[in-house]
């Protein structure tokens, strides 16, 4: 290419949407907007901020984080590599830029996301700046802005990343608690773990028009139904339609309805302390200021991350009993106890409770209260099957939104009547269909994540089988979380992970490899607090053994819960997620 045909090439710019030719500037200057189509571009980090906040107002959060690779994670290419390119390439430390400003001068706190950076994954380091940046606006008392742009939970960084959906669900919960208005800004694309977390569990959800939003993406979703999707599934205005977002709003109006917002709950503040909003000081000593938001966000963004070394978990230091791959098959195996079975074997006096109250019974979900060694608890649990007929009745396992609500009725029901939680995982995951997308699945694992972080009973999870992401958090954030021997706990399925990271899908027993699902891999991470050994062979070989095992482990783990209040319980499930915010707290040898 010819210096002025390169030149050319970075003046005009083509239209997605309508494949016009269009000047840059022009198009800029419209905020990437088309001005003969419409067509909502998307936008970096950086240039997203530019565009909301107060021109001079930025302060940038810290981004000083430890290098990462959790788990040595490599499929053709090693993490780190792919870490590097990402950020030589856009110039940002992490998919996530948090800074505090005013916007129409109202303070907020706020995280953007950039989808440039991997897809905008979230793995540690975007969950403990998310985290950070929620936490300032509790200090600070601001509200917090969220603009979401993400693919989902990073693969990389397995079972870690998942956590993150916990971690900062449990920061949105605190400035719940706080009255402190919190609004999510959902932008093309919004999908898999952020969507089914911080996305959705927000006070107000805005959908930027051009924006889809889902749990699971079209692609899955055709895959496993087989089916032709709707004509503008999980568009914006399908969000609207199906009541899941509060708005569709155009990005030249998106400030400004922000600013509206942020007015109202500002006076509905300052009336409950009873003194009229007064424009809040920014304490300058505090913070560096900085000449302007250009030469901030300009800063480059490299060595910055480089401060520690990675805690990468050497391979082979775990004496595998089973391969990864193995395992996985083990935990799917037919014959494997079910959740009814454990009712039937582990509990005495299971009185099942059906239904969300808003319209629906999810036969993947089971619950109710029962007794263990004579002590009241509510049992909540996937439900999958031993038969074709059984799978098929009970969904594999899979449950749609109201299962999830379900869940989440009988969790509140349990904390006022002062019942212990403990519930049973084993599910390929939340149901990827049409009309799940359609009632709102991530908002419905989301509701349940946060709800557990605070949940002022004692809960304790075990995954029995397969714990497939986030609809295994849904159920899965808990002061202990046990595992059985053979059970594998996963951010993604191997397959999928292999369809996306390998050349194609027979690649999943590396994946299972690399992704390090299994139940001492997770104890290493922290992941997990105990393995329950199965008998000899695995859980089907001897069911009536692994009950047995089961309920000592459930009875030595759970007995030292019901001693501790309940504000004190939350404190300590509060760190025991928080800490998968960094990865400081597991060292060379895996040890916490
Ligand atoms: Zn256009």
């Given at each position: 290419?010819?210096?002025?045909?390169?030149?050319?090439?970075?003046?005009?710019?083509?239209?997605?949407?309508?494949?016009?030719?269009?000047?840059?500037?022009?198009?800029?200057?419209?905020?990437?907007?088309?001005?003969?189509?419409?067509?909502?571009?998307?936008?970096?980090?950086?240039?997203?901020?530019?565009?909301?906040?107060?021109?001079?107002?930025?302060?940038?959060?810290?981004?000083?984080?430890?290098?990462?690779?959790?788990?040595?994670?490599?499929?053709?290419?090693?993490?780190?590599?792919?870490?590097?390119?990402?950020?030589?390439?856009?110039?940002?430390?992490?998919?996530?830029?948090?800074?505090?400003?005013?916007?129409?001068?109202?303070?907020?706190?706020?995280?953007?996301?950039?989808?440039?950076?991997?897809?905008?994954?979230?793995?540690?380091?975007?969950?403990?700046?998310?985290?950070?940046?929620?936490?300032?606006?509790?200090?600070?008392?601001?509200?917090?802005?969220?603009?979401?742009?993400?693919?989902?939970?990073?693969?990389?960084?397995?079972?870690?990343?998942?956590?993150?959906?916990?971690?900062?669900?449990?920061?949105?919960?605190?400035?719940?608690?706080?009255?402190?208005?919190?609004?999510?800004?959902?932008?093309?694309?919004?999908?898999?773990?952020?969507?089914?977390?911080?996305?959705?569990?927000?006070?107000?959800?805005?959908?930027?028009?051009?924006?889809?939003?889902?749990?699971?993406?079209?692609?899955?979703?055709?895959?496993?139904?087989g089916r032709a999707l709707p004509e503008g599934f999980q568009t914006a205005d399908f969000l609207l339609r199906h009541g899941q977002v509060d708005m569709v709003v155009q990005r030249r109006s998106l400030r400004g309805r922000l600013v509206a917002l942020l007015a109202a709950t500002r006076a509905g503040r300052a009336a409950r302390a009873g003194h009229p909003p007064v424009p809040r000081q920014e304490p300058a000593s505090r913070r560096e200021r900085l000449a302007d938001d250009d030469a901030a966000l300009a800063r480059p963004a490299g060595p910055a991350a480089a401060v520690a070394p990675s805690p990468t978990p050497e391979a082979g230091q775990t004496p595998a009993v089973r391969d990864a791959w193995d395992t996985v098959r083990m935990a799917r195996h037919p014959a494997r106890p079910t959740t009814l079975d454990y009712l039937d074997s582990v509990f005495d006096g299971f009185v099942e409770l059906h239904g969300d109250r808003l319209g629906g019974d999810c036969p993947a979900i089971v619950g109710g209260v029962a007794r263990l060694a004579g002590r009241h608890v509510m049992v909540i649990g996937h439900q999958k099957g031993h038969t074709t007929a059984e799978l098929v009745a009970h969904n594999f396992g899979m449950a749609s939104p109201a299962g999830h609500r379900k869940a989440l009725r009988l969790m509140r029901l349990a904390a006022r009547l002062g019942l212990p939680v403990v519930t049973l995982v084993d599910t390929p995951g939340a149901d990827p269909g049409?009309?799940?997308?359609?009632?709102?699945?991530?908002?419905?694992?989301?509701?349940?994540?946060?709800?557990?972080?605070?949940?002022?009973?004692?809960?304790?999870?075990?995954?029995?089988?397969?714990?497939?992401?986030?609809?295994?958090?849904?159920?899965?954030?808990?002061?202990?979380?046990?595992?059985?021997?053979?059970?594998?706990?996963?951010?993604?399925?191997?397959?999928?992970?292999?369809?996306?990271?390998w050349p194609d899908r027979s690649a999943a027993p590396q994946a299972a490899r690399a992704l390090r699902l299994t139940a001492p891999d997770l104890c290493r991470l922290g992941v997990v607090d105990e393995v329950v050994p199965e008998p000899s062979g695995a859980a089907h070989d001897d069911p009536a053994e692994t009950a047995h095992r089961l309920r000592a482990a459930l009875l030595a783990n759970l007995l030292p819960l019901l001693d501790v209040p309940p504000a004190m319980l939350v404190r300590l499930r509060r760190q025991r997620f928080r800490r998968f915010g960094t990865t400081r707290g597991v060292n060379r040898a895996g040890v916490r």
């Amino acid at each position: 290419m010819t210096a002025i045909a390169r030149r050319e090439e970075q003046l005009w710019s083509r239209c997605a949407g309508c494949a016009s030719l269009l000047y840059r500037k022009r198009l800029r200057r419209n905020l990437d907007v088309c001005p003969e189509c419409g067509e909502h571009a998307r936008l970096g980090a950086p240039e997203r901020l530019r565009q909301l906040v107060d021109p001079g107002s930025m302060r940038p959060l810290s981004d000083l984080l430890p290098e990462a690779d959790p788990i040595g994670f490599v499929d053709v290419l090693p993490y780190p590599h792919r870490l590097t390119a990402a950020r030589a390439s856009t110039g940002l430390a992490e998919a996530v830029v948090c800074a505090t400003a005013t916007i129409g001068g109202h303070p907020v706190a706020l995280a953007v996301m950039d989808f440039r950076f991997l897809g905008g994954s979230l793995g540690c380091a975007v969950g403990e700046l998310i985290t950070r940046t929620a936490e300032r606006a509790l200090d600070d008392r601001i509200p917090l802005v969220l603009v979401t742009a993400s693919g989902g939970a990073r693969m990389q960084e397995g079972a870690l990343s998942l956590m993150q959906m916990a971690t900062v669900s449990q920061a949105i919960a605190a400035l719940r608690e706080a009255g402190l208005l919190t609004v999510s800004v959902l932008t093309d694309p919004t999908y898999g773990g952020v969507a089914a977390s911080f996305a959705t569990n927000t006070d107000l959800v805005l959908a930027e028009s051009g924006a889809r939003m889902g749990f699971a993406g079209p692609r899955v979703i055709r895959q496993v139904t087989g089916r032709a999707l709707p004509e503008g599934f999980q568009t914006a205005d399908f969000l609207l339609r199906h009541g899941q977002v509060d708005m569709v709003v155009q990005r030249r109006s998106l400030r400004g309805r922000l600013v509206a917002l942020l007015a109202a709950t500002r006076a509905g503040r300052a009336a409950r302390a009873g003194h009229p909003p007064v424009p809040r000081q920014e304490p300058a000593s505090r913070r560096e200021r900085l000449a302007d938001d250009d030469a901030a966000l300009a800063r480059p963004a490299g060595p910055a991350a480089a401060v520690a070394p990675s805690p990468t978990p050497e391979a082979g230091q775990t004496p595998a009993v089973r391969d990864a791959w193995d395992t996985v098959r083990m935990a799917r195996h037919p014959a494997r106890p079910t959740t009814l079975d454990y009712l039937d074997s582990v509990f005495d006096g299971f009185v099942e409770l059906h239904g969300d109250r808003l319209g629906g019974d999810c036969p993947a979900i089971v619950g109710g209260v029962a007794r263990l060694a004579g002590r009241h608890v509510m049992v909540i649990g996937h439900q999958k099957g031993h038969t074709t007929a059984e799978l098929v009745a009970h969904n594999f396992g899979m449950a749609s939104p109201a299962g999830h609500r379900k869940a989440l009725r009988l969790m509140r029901l349990a904390a006022r009547l002062g019942l212990p939680v403990v519930t049973l995982v084993d599910t390929p995951g939340a149901d990827p269909g049409v009309s799940a997308e359609e009632q709102g699945q991530a908002a419905a694992i989301a509701e349940n994540i946060l709800t557990l972080t605070v949940l002022p009973t004692p809960v304790l999870a075990v995954i029995t089988g397969e714990g497939g992401s986030g609809g295994a958090l849904a159920l899965a954030v808990a002061d202990r979380v046990l595992m059985l021997e053979n059970a594998v706990y996963s951010v993604i399925s191997p397959e999928g992970c292999a369809a996306i990271l390998w050349p194609d899908r027979s690649a999943a027993p590396q994946a299972a490899r690399a992704l390090r699902l299994t139940a001492p891999d997770l104890c290493r991470l922290g992941v997990v607090d105990e393995v329950v050994p199965e008998p000899s062979g695995a859980a089907h070989d001897d069911p009536a053994e692994t009950a047995h095992r089961l309920r000592a482990a459930l009875l030595a783990n759970l007995l030292p819960l019901l001693d501790v209040p309940p504000a004190m319980l939350v404190r300590l499930r509060r760190q025991r997620f928080r800490r998968f915010g960094t990865t400081r707290g597991v060292n060379r040898a895996g040890v916490r």
